[in-house]
């Protein structure tokens, strides 16, 4: 929850000043090799602890609405259930990752962003715009989201307690313990509400509940570091008209356990492998506790996976090579084929197993900047057997402000379980879908100097064999949705933005500390036959407008609004054009912060989904607070 880490705001600010050089001097995984933020030659943006702690956002997926690139649909407040893409894709085509660990759930992308962690534990998070195979596998088709967790830096302890519109509650409490050598943190926090809506008979249809835990611990053995991870999200929501209009009383059920262990080497050759564990839960009600007028839909998820990485350092660059093997698996009461040996109520299963070989080089030659890699998949769940998907990028830095960079890649997408098998409620699955792959072109220029940071980029991607839910109306209006390799899709873009640190302009007496604004802008080009309607057919932002302002007082008060302008392209008449205010008042006092958000602030009406309603004014007041021992 935002209020842990508004804690933090004390040290923050003393370091805010700095921070145009601290964001672009950090080593982001926009490549396999590890590059400085202000050296990549793609677009990353970089939600560093500064950002997080004074935006007014609950949860991660809330932070992620900001971001200029990404576009986040949510049917639930507070995270409960969101969607999540990039660049105009769906929000299958992200993947998500803890520390660089993949924890993309295979099932469907609704589950993908039901993060094991609090916002407490967050240290930065990086979202990788475009193709981003190359880097993080095959869940990648459009781009990436890593949360990079932070290591405490001494035994502290931290706790907070918030409450406010439609009997909301949140809490949050972590402990950070320092050893010879290493160390341990463990959080904890729950939150809440009735929610802003009922059903038609009056009950409940828009209420929550969630538990998130997460450990974090590691050491230092001198020539070799070891670190592990540990957590588990656990969520029950009113799913009030999510996934049908004619049913406002449907309820789900989601679990997530996530676990990991990774070493990093050191020296001129980084050894770095790497075993994860993720295990997913889900059950959907469409009748909310009375399975006797319909069945609950139950599925199981497992992924095992392990990584292993080598990155050689030599007079002629850096070079990375390895290997990624990932066993994904689930049993469901509708989900993949028949088993043999039915588990309760789990009688249909599916598994399959990715291999991924990758190579890539990085080379500095005076004022240039470049990588080129490619990376070779094979997957037991398909018969395409092996695709090899290269790219390459490059930055040139014109003057010490100013770098220009362009980019060639490609990625690779395996359908979900759902998309494979979800032959229920109109829907007719193709078990035999083709993985989607992308080309993309990008290209832009940065101009980075002391208290400004502006990029501009342009990109083209071309999509194929990409997965759609497709109905032919010739058959009547009773034909089935069908998810086939129906779709070429292309899709040319433009980004603009520019961040301001006003200290480091006119001095620190100034009030306002940051000033942002960014604007996007996308079209899509997508051929249908006659008769045919599509369920994804270009459901895109056209226009995006974010604008960011940070004022601070007396170095204690800090007012902070964020507002966000959402253009979408789309068949609905409910889904017009909206913006949205956010703002958060806070006061700082030795050890302990007070504060006061407000989301939609003029209290707009707003839909991201159909006919879903949204929140409207959202109030929630708490108290945080943060100390050594």
Not at 21 to 47: G, K, N, Y
Not at 94 to 121: E, K, M, R, Y
Not at 212 to 226: C, E, Q, T, Y
Request: aromatic letters at 10%; charged letters at 20%.
């Amino acid at each position: 929850m935002t209020a842990c880490l508004l804690a933090m705001i004390p040290a923050l600010t003393a370091n805010a000043q700095n921070q145009t050089e601290t964001i672009d001097s950090v080593r982001v995984t926009a490549t396999r090799i590890p590059i400085a933020l202000q050296s990549t030659a793609r677009i990353v943006t970089l939600l560093d602890s500064v950002t997080i702690a004074s935006t007014p956002a609950e949860t991660v997926n809330d932070l992620l609405k900001y971001a200029l690139g990404v576009d986040v649909r949510q049917r639930g407040a507070m995270g409960m259930q969101t969607d999540i893409s990039i660049r105009g894709g769906t929000y299958n085509q992200v993947a998500v990752l803890l520390d660089g660990i993949n924890i993309t759930d295979p099932q469907t992308g609704h589950n993908s962003f039901d993060f094991p962690v609090n916002i407490c534990d967050i240290e930065r998070i990086e979202i990788l715009e475009g193709p981003a195979s190359r880097v993080y596998g095959t869940s990648s088709l459009l781009g990436a989201v890593n949360i990079v967790t932070r290591k405490v830096s001494g035994n502290e302890a931290t706790a907070s307690v918030e409450g406010g519109s439609f009997r909301s509650l949140g809490t949050t409490a972590s402990v950070g313990i320092m050893h010879r050598g290493g160390f341990n943190s463990v959080s904890a926090g729950y939150q809440r509400s009735d929610g802003f809506s009922r059903n038609a008979a009056g009950g409940l249809n828009g209420d929550f509940g969630a538990f998130k835990a997460f450990w974090h611990g590691g050491h230092d053995f001198g020539r070799r570091n070891l670190s592990w991870q540990a957590g588990v999200s656990n969520k029950d929501f009113g799913s009030s008209t999510f996934y049908s209009a004619a049913y406002d009383d449907q309820f789900e059920h989601t679990l997530k356990a996530f676990a990991s262990v990774k070493s990093e080497g050191k020296g001129e050759l980084h050894f770095s492998p790497a075993l994860y564990w993720n295990h997913g839960e889900d059950r959907f009600e469409l009748f909310r506790n009375a399975p006797e007028k319909y069945p609950f839909n139950y599925h199981k998820t497992d992924v095992a996976g392990a990584n292993l990485n080598f990155r050689v350092d030599t007079r002629l660059g850096e070079s990375a090579f390895g290997a990624e093997a990932r066993h994904e698996r689930i049993i469901s009461t509708n989900l993949g084929d028949r088993l043999e040996d039915p588990r309760g109520v789990y009688v249909c299963g599916l598994s399959r197993t990715a291999f991924n070989l990758f190579l890539e080089h990085h080379v500095t030659v005076g004022r240039l900047s470049a990588s080129a890699g490619l990376t070779t998949v094979y997957n037991t769940g398909n018969k395409e057997g092996m695709k090899v998907f290269p790219g390459i990028d490059a930055n040139f830095r014109i003057s010490d402000a100013i770098r220009i960079y362009a980019s060639y890649n490609t990625s690779y997408r395996m359908p979900t379980f759902t998309e494979l098998y979800y032959s229920v409620g109109g829907h007719l699955a193709d078990p035999n879908l083709k993985a989607e792959k992308l080309r993309a072109l990008e290209g832009g220029v940065k101009y980075l100097s002391r208290g400004i940071r502006a990029v501009a980029s342009v990109y083209s991607n071309r999509g194929y064999d990409l997965i759609d839910w497709i109905k032919d109306t010739s058959a009547g209006d009773e034909a089935p949705w069908t998810s086939i390799n129906h779709t070429r899709l292309n899709t040319l873009g433009q980004e603009v933005s520019i961040r301001l640190a006003l200290p480091e302009l006119f001095g620190n007496n100034i009030p306002l500390r940051s000033l942002s604004i960014g604007y996007s802008h996308q079209s899509q080009d997508k051929q249908l036959e006659a008769n045919l309607r599509s369920l994804y057919s270009l459901e895109y932002i056209r226009h995006k407008v974010v604008a960011q302002a940070d004022f601070r007082f007396w170095d204690k008060l800090a007012i902070d609004l964020s507002w966000r302008y959402v253009d979408r392209n789309t068949g609905s008449n409910l889904l017009t054009p909206y913006s949205l205010l956010d703002t958060k008042l806070s006061y700082d006092f030795p050890h302990l912060n007070l504060y006061l958000r407000a989301n939609n602030l003029l209290n707009r009406t707003w839909y991201d989904f159909g006919d879903i309603p949204q929140p409207g004014l959202w109030i929630m007041a708490g108290i945080s607070c943060k100390l050594p021992y």
